[in-house]
């Protein structure tokens, strides 16, 4: 029984039926008195079973309190409950009532939605299962309230995404009343030799409650019944037979056996046939055909549904009504939601309202966790974050067969929609390390050599955070470098290289610089073929670099001759300076950039000369040209037309003129912050940031985790640790010895460590900066340092909480320093009352206008949702925002995400 969220008298008794439904709800509750121990309602009376020393009479006047004024009648032989009977006419229809007195039994519980008995302890939780499941199987359940949804088609695409990533799964079509995946089998022209119908009788025929039968059978036949890493058990061996199930899951239910027999068969079935995954296609609704799947804790509960109203609430219920029943402990795995045919452009306030809501939901069904005063948002969001499946078009028709179904999934990237649920079911179990002092165990060794790792870590990454204090001893060769470098192994570059505020610009051109040649840092990223010799010039670099000595030396060696002095830093900023105070056209801007290119490397040429003497020296000379610190150049580019004027012109004319010259000799490297260019080149923006995307400077997931490992193996910490032959999909592996597995034991029902580090730096842009990641992990090896609790892991999970603070302060302030016009905006956020500070906001609250918002969605630091604004975690710590009620801000982001990814 679902009971509804509150009780009161009942409006309705017309039969026997509403009376035990309501003696249930009371007892749900635990509204029954002390002495009351059962009430069971039968067609012909009502029987209460109290304590010994309770009266007949205080059990009548309880009931009459509970079923309304006049619903109890009295005479001296029997008591009587009175039914309802035509409106307006007093009822003669009753239901005798009998009180019997006997000491309290312990009844037991089952795992049915209306459980036999109507005892006192409905009230409470089923009786937990005393350890995991056989061989630590997985079981996922796949459910829906209502029909339609896509559950089944969903369960198809999961299982094959785990047979992707090399495991083997036992998918099971439970649906006993309308199979999808029996009929798909079938089509596909395999024979059924062995069913869930013959699972269910096998255990239903043993006579000593061991699944010794089944589970050998089944083991023997099913392998016949595989395709690839796919084990299918369809429902039944003849799709043909329509009639009702013989033997239903709830029969199983027998006092010899256990309550969770069903679930701990099919683990005993997974480990025989070497699944490390069992996948259960369940019937829909409130049935009792998957009451005793999905009242097992250590079933992963997977929800499908829409975002219609009826299939939204029903859902919202069952989660619920689960949570009651068999709550989540922590070492169970958090229920998942999948929320599907929505469509991206017209149904996502829709869709975020649905992930919102049942992130609330079953947050609900959950333990807290966690030590007092951590702000764990984004370890709820990244643990119970729904998945959002779009509409798409060809998901509307079906084909009959497996083979079929599979390539559909596959070719509509649905087993990528699903990817971290299939990472998650098939990911081998560890053994639980709980957190204890000292280092036993550890594979670090002694405490003080663990320490040890962390500092040492925390110091190289520290000297990674900016590039003013980086050297040329190695760096993270990323697709962007390979691309710019494959691009051009003959031909000299010009282009422009993109990249957001903490991207790595400077520090490319700083390593770059520290090469000499195109050649010698084509060899350190790692691209064979490259034939260019050509030395590398800085014309304009940050104003933040310390090493102005060195960078001096390499801009007097890329100079036209040993006698040439190239212009200083500051001799070039003037000329940019006085040339911004002066009305110049477009061909007279682009003579200057020339010019400071020209002085850069010793040739004396002023605006009127410089172009006649860059292509004297062409004729001979090569040269590449490197441009960065534009920012400092053009602080008010925003309001400026003049300071726009000059950057479209270098990054368009001045490119174009450079390709004009024969042989195209002289390349040109201008590295610039995508807000730049967005404000630069407001017309066809997006034509030419696609001219040049395959360079930009951007870090997704994979690279973001592949940076993190590179810097442990680097700084020396897990010097065995290789970034470079580790896979995307491998990567999450081998930072283990990093921050450990999750963001608490392995066996725990915390976040992934990597799912929760990549969605606590993400902005709303879905980019993750690497300036962001390398300071992370440095203040997290600095506060992890002393803690000995975890002897497993460099980094600790409150050591990395932490840093996500301290890292998002200093996030905002290096955005300051370099973009004074977002970080006026961030400092305003900053000084807010703490009454303001509150997500969502709107403009009105925050006293922003609509230009200062547009700026700040542009750069990814707040995203639009109608009328109100969100903020992105990596910016919400340091500006002290809170979140009113449970945010749904990564659900905002990973909807984001994927329109990108349809896009």
């Known amino acids: 029984m679902i009971v509804p969220d509150e009780t009161s008298v009942p409006e309705r008794l017309y039969t026997w039926v509403d009376v035990d439904a309501h003696l249930a709800n009371l007892a749900v509750r635990n509204q029954w008195p002390d002495w009351l121990h059962e009430c069971d309602a039968f067609w012909d009376g009502v029987e209460l079973t109290v304590d010994p020393d309770a009266s007949p009479e205080e059990a009548l006047s309880w009931l009459g309190e509970k079923f309304g004024v006049g619903s109890i009648v009295r005479d001296e032989e029997v008591a009587a409950l009175r039914l309802d009977d035509v409106p307006g006419r007093l009822s003669t229809r009753l239901l005798p009532i009998m009180v019997r007195h006997r000491e309290p039994d312990l009844p037991r519980r089952e795992p049915r939605w209306r459980e036999r008995r109507i005892v006192r302890s409905l009230g409470q939780p089923l009786p937990p299962p005393e350890g995991p499941f056989p061989g630590d199987v997985r079981i996922a359940a796949l459910h829906s309230f209502k029909g339609g949804v896509g559950r089944t088609l969903h369960g198809v695409a999961l ?19 309308a199979p999808g995946i029996t009929w798909m089998f079938s ?25 010794d039968d089944a589970v050998t059978l089944g083991s023997a036949y099913l392998p016949n019944q595989a395709i690839d890493n796919v084990i299918v058990m369809p429902t039944r061996r003849t799709p043909q037979d329509i009639a009702p ?7 199983l239910l027998t006092p010899e056996r256990s309550i969770y027999y069903l679930t701990e068969s099919l683990a005993q079935l997974a480990v025989q046939l070497g699944a490390r995954a069992v996948l259960i296609d369940l019937r829909a609704g409130g049935s009792e055909l998957s009451a005793p799947v999905l009242l097992d804790p250590r079933v992963q509960r997977i929800f499908v549904t829409t975002i219609s109203d009826q299939s939204l609430i029903g859902t919202a219920r069952m989660i619920q009504e689960l949570g009651r029943r068999a709550p989540s402990r922590p070492e169970d795995p958090a229920s998942v939601a999948v929320i599907t045919q929505f469509h991206p452009q017209g149904h996502v306030e829709l869709a975020l309202h649905t992930a ?15 030590q007092e005063g951590e702000d764990r948002i984004v370890d709820g969001d990244v643990t119970l974050e729904p998945i959002l499946s779009v509409f798409q078009d060809g998901l509307l028709a079906l084909p009959s067969s497996w083979e079929a179904v599979v390539d559909l999934v596959r070719g509509q990237r649905l087993t990528k929609t699903l990817a971290p649920l299939a990472d998650e079911l098939s990911r081998a179990e560890e053994v639980a390390s709980t957190p204890q002092e000292g280092p036993p165990g550890s594979p670090f060794g002694p405490h003080e050599h663990l ?25 993270l060769a990323t697709e962007s470098l390979r691309n710019l470098l494959t691009s051009h192994r003959t031909e000299p570059p010009l282009c422009v290289v993109a990249g957001a505020k903490g991207s790595g610009k400077t520090f490319t051109q700083i390593q770059m610089c520290l090469r000499r040649t195109w050649r010698d840092y084509a060899v350190d990223v790692g691209v064979p073929g490259v034939a260019l010799e050509a030395l590398l010039a800085p014309v304009f670099i940050s104003r933040n670099l310390k090493d102005h000595q060195r960078i001096s030396a390499i801009r007097r060696d890329a100079c036209v001759s040993s006698e040439a002095e190239p212009a200083s830093q500051l001799e070039l900023r003037d000329r940019i300076d006085q040339a911004l105070r002066a009305q110049l056209s477009d061909s007279e801007w682009r003579r200057v ?6 002085r850069a490397v010793g040739i004396d040429a002023e605006p009127s000369d410089v172009e006649q003497k860059l292509a004297d020296f062409a004729r001979d000379g090569s040269r590449i040209f490197l441009i960065d610190g534009l920012e400092d150049l053009l602080q008010d580019f925003a309001r400026s037309e003049a300071q726009r004027q000059a950057l479209r012109v270098l990054m368009v004319d001045c490119l174009d003129w450079l390709r004009s010259l024969r042989g195209r000799p002289l390349g040109l490297v201008i590295f610039v912050r995508r807000d730049l260019i967005q404000a630069a080149v407001r017309q066809n923006y997006n034509q030419f940031l696609a001219r040049y995307s395959e360079y930009e400077l951007k870090w997704n997931p994979a690279e973001a985790l592949r940076l993190a490992l590179w810097i442990a193996q680097r700084s020396g910490s897990l010097p065995r640790l290789s970034s470079e032959e580790a896979t995307d999909r491998d990567l999450g592996r081998q930072l283990t010895p990093v921050w450990g597995e999750k963001m608490g034991s392995p066996r725990s029902r915390e976040a992934r460590s990597d799912g929760w580090f990549l969605a606590a730096l993400s902005d709303f842009n879905g980019q993750i900066q690497g300036r962001d990641v390398v300071t992370f992990i440095a203040e997290s090896a600095h506060i992890s340092k002393d803690d000995s609790r975890w002897s497993d892991r460099l980094l600790t999970p409150s050591a990395m909480r932490n840093a996500l603070v301290r890292c998002s302060r200093e996030k905002i302030a290096a955005i300051g320093a370099e973009s004074p016009q977002i970080g006026e905006l961030l400092k305003r956020l900053d000084g807010l009352g703490a009454e303001k500070k509150e997500i969502p906001f709107s403009p009105e609250t925050v006293s922003l206008s609509g230009e200062d918002l547009d700026l700040l969605v542009a750069n990814g630091v707040v995203f639009r949702e109608e009328d109100q604004y969100w903020i992105p975690e990596i910016f919400r710590h340091g500006l002290s925002f809170k979140a009113a009620g449970r945010p749904k801000i990564l659900a905002i982001a990973n909807l984001v995400r994927q329109r990108n990814n349809l896009d």
């Open 451 to 475: 320490a040890a790792r962390r500092e040492r870590l925390g110091d190289f990454a520290r000297r990674l955070a900016y590039a003013e204090t980086a050297d040329d001893t190695a760096f």
């Open 356 to 370: 919102a809501m049942l992130r609330d939901v079953i947050s609900s069904t959950l333990e807290p966790g966690g």
């Open 159 to 177: 299982a094959e995404a785990i047979a992707q990533r090399g495991e083997r799964v036992l998918l099971v079509d439970a649906d006993l009343e």
């Open 187 to 211: 089509a596909h022209g395999r024979r059924v030799d062995f069913s869930y119908e013959d699972f269910l009788s096998l255990l239903h025929s043993s006579e000593d409650g061991r699944p």
């Open 245 to 251: 199930p013989r033997i239903q899951p709830t029969d």
């Open 593 to 598: 950039w020339l010019t400071c290119m020209g």
